[in-house]
């Protein structure tokens, strides 16, 4: 963790900090990674990538939520989004996090939520995707995952590369036919439940992602790195595995040179554009992930 995500953690526990940062941080940087705070930002966000030949999930900011009324409030920001995509024909689809819908309150009441959300994505044929959050989380979403996709067609979930039993579950998600998202982890793990060495990591990533798609699986495969990259597009010549099996995506303001270089060569590419005005967690574990963020954002800090 840098300074600088320090420095804003400190922020972010400060009320009245909190506040300015919410007001101002767009300036910072934020807007690099996150399309805005209001619909229309959103809605021009994911316009202009469409246009591009990309595809695109929207997320309404939100996470960590412990009171029902707050779970109320995320659930109805979830329909309205899908409302938007709906009613102007964007490309999207739709990527929520449990621990936004009241999870921690109750499986049930979290349930409830979603079937709510996913009735509503059903109607418009829209797809919506359950995001991994941190390990403590892990089982209920593979617990709810499951629950919903006997009832749904339209739903998928994520699994990290990071932790020991993803191959585990790799394994047991194929009887449902999972379409899943595959990334390498995002939050930080003990060596209890995650594997802590990079290279470990990175070879159970490719691990998993052949695995999955060799099952005859759908996977987006979700990464920036290139030699991911490079070696799922060998892989999936050599095994004669069709472009419409896979997606590879990308987070909003990672990487455009490469979204764009794969969407002319024919791959389906699908970019994470969140937007609201709960963007701090999500900023903080962009500068986390990399130092060059943080010198971006540092650059932002003192432009006029
Ligand atoms: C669309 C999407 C959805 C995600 N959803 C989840 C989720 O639900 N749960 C979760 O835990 N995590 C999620 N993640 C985050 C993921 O787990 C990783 O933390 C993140 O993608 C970094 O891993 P990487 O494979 O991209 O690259 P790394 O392994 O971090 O880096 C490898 C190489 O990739 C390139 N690279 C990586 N990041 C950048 C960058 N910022 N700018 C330029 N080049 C870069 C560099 O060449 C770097 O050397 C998601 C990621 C994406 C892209």
Avoid at 86 to 94: A, C, G, P, R
Avoid at 201 to 207: I, L
Wanted: net charge positive; with cysteine.
């Amino acid at each position: 963790m840098s300074v600088m995500s320090t420095f804003f953690q400190v922020v972010g526990k400060n009320k009245l900090a909190n506040k300015l940062a919410l007001r101002f941080g767009m300036r910072f940087g934020a807007q690099r990674f996150v399309a805005g705070d209001k619909d229309a930002e959103a809605i021009k966000c994911v316009q202009e990538l469409n246009n591009k030949g990309l595809l695109t999930m929207l997320n309404y900011l939100g996470e960590f939520v412990y009171t029902e009324e707050a779970a109320h409030v995320a659930t109805q920001n979830c329909i309205k989004t899908l409302d938007i995509i709906h009613h102007n024909k964007l490309q999207s689809n739709l990527s929520i996090k449990i621990s936004s819908l009241g999870v921690d309150i109750s499986q049930e009441f979290c349930l409830s939520n979603l079937r709510k959300i996913l009735n509503h994505a059903q109607k418009y044929n829209i797809f919506v995707r359950l995001e991994m959050e941190d390990y403590a989380h892990c089982q209920g979403t593979l617990d709810i995952y499951k629950t919903l996709r006997q009832e749904f067609e339209n739903i998928g979930t994520v699994l990290q590369a990071y932790l020991y039993r993803t191959m585990d579950d790799i394994k047991d998600l194929n009887q449902y036919n999972a379409n899943l998202r595959l990334v390498k982890g995002a939050y930080l793990e003990s060596g209890q439940v995650a594997y802590q060495n990079k290279v470990d990591v990175d070879k159970n990533y490719m691990e998993m992602i052949k695995t999955h798609l060799l099952n005859g699986n759908y996977a987006g495969i979700a990464s920036h790195d290139d030699k991911v990259v490079e070696e799922v597009v060998k892989f999936t010549n050599e095994n004669n595995i069709s472009k419409d099996q896979f997606e590879f995506q990308m987070l909003l303001g990672i990487r455009g040179d490469l979204q764009q270089k794969l969407a002319a060569q024919g791959y389906r590419v699908r970019v994470y554009v969140p937007y609201g005005i709960d963007w701090f967690g999500y900023f903080m574990r962009r500068l986390a992930e990399r130092p060059e963020n943080v010198s971006f954002v540092l650059k932002n800090l003192f432009k006029k």
